[in-house]
């Protein structure tokens, strides 16, 4: 899993999307773009801002049985997170207060739990629809941060055609069990399908807005798991020689691998492993010292000597922006420790 970089950058658009989000909600809708309720006799009632008609709904929906002191509560409440930057931001001194008021409200009051389960998803739903491909294109993050595998660009519609495509954002913080955090930025991690739907409700513990791992991808023997030195990893031959796993991998790290399925996973990217091996022979110091005199002026310093070879891989806050940007550079690691 890789870092998030840029986070000066990502800061201001997470202020941005909390005033985005709070004009979404009280801006003074009129004409068209009015919101509204149909009654019976098929009269309508308009509303002056969406947060009113998002609130006439909770109390609609809300079961007779919640009574109207309950009610009130659940409505501070949901002024409390919503009229605050703090909370749509959700810093970590946010998430943990909401993630404990979520847990007690689900244990006190199930039934309201629920109502506002459903009220916060559906103001997430509405809002990205919205507002999801404007963001991810400011964030520009092109690759998965939790598998570092998958491309993740984001192409909105023009004129042109149709097609469209981006990240999908994963609740990091499930917001079945935390809906208060439904729409918190450093709480929707932009991810691939895969990594969105296999983690689904399941728990990780690692946020890529605050770190990557700081375990390294090694080769391992499959048999007895023991990592591979560099001259081991010279004498691979087949995929079937070798494993890849990580090593040393904190708790928290250890958390995110399993539930993301991330050995399994880059066990099928054993050929590209292989590829690197057999490059990092073929493109030997003689070899390069060659590519520098061949092309004179083109070469001053081994980075560039390894843009060429590898990409620009190498270099950890440009690993958001290649497939298996960390998996090349620990290779590399290793085999330069000869």
Avoid at 57 to 77: T, W
Avoid at 146 to 154: E, I, P, Q, V
Avoid at 157 to 177: M, V, W, Y
Wanted: glycine residues 4%.
């Amino acid at each position: 899993m890789i870092k998030i970089t840029a986070s000066d950058r990502v800061d201001a658009i997470a202020q941005e999307w909390a005033a985005t989000l709070h004009v979404f909600l009280t801006e003074k809708l009129v004409g068209n773009n009015r919101v509204y309720v149909i009654l019976p006799g098929k009269s309508r009632l308009y509303f002056p801002s969406r947060w009113r008609k998002y609130l006439y709904d909770f109390n609609l929906c809300c079961p007779s049985k919640v009574s109207r002191q309950q009610r009130r509560v659940a409505v501070r409440l949901l002024l409390d997170v919503f009229s605050s930057k703090a909370n749509l931001i959700g810093r970590k001194a946010e998430v943990n207060r909401l993630k404990t008021v979520c847990e007690q409200l689900k244990i006190n009051s199930p039934v309201v739990f629920d109502q506002i389960k459903n009220l916060c998803v559906r103001i997430y739903e509405d809002f990205t629809l919205k507002n999801a491909y404007a963001f991810l294109s400011k964030l520009n993050i092109r690759t998965c941060p939790y598998c570092n595998r998958h491309y993740t660009f984001t192409i909105e519609k023009d004129q042109k055609g149709d097609f469209c495509s981006r990240a999908e954002f994963d609740h990091f913080l499930d917001k079945s069990d935390y809906p208060l955090l439904a729409v918190s930025f450093y709480n929707l991690v932009p991810s691939c399908h895969e990594c969105n739907h296999g983690k689904g409700v399941k728990d990780v513990k690692v946020n890529p807005y605050e770190a990557g791992f700081s375990s390294r991808f090694q080769l391992q023997d499959p048999r007895s798991g023991k990592k591979l030195n560099a001259n081991e990893m010279l004498g691979l031959k087949t995929i079937g020689d070798f494993n890849i796993g990580f090593e040393n991998p904190s708790a928290e790290e250890q958390k995110n691998i399993e539930t993301l399925g991330l050995i399994q996973l880059y066990n099928e990217h054993r050929d590209y492993a292989l590829e690197m091996i057999e490059k990092y022979t073929a493109y030997d110091y003689a070899t390069q010292r060659g590519l520098v005199d061949a092309f004179q002026g083109l070469f001053h310093s081994q980075s560039q000597i390894d843009d060429f070879i590898w990409g620009q891989y190498m270099h950890t806050a440009a690993n958001q922006n290649r497939p298996l940007s960390k998996l090349t550079a620990d290779i590399l690691h290793i085999l330069r420790k000869r």
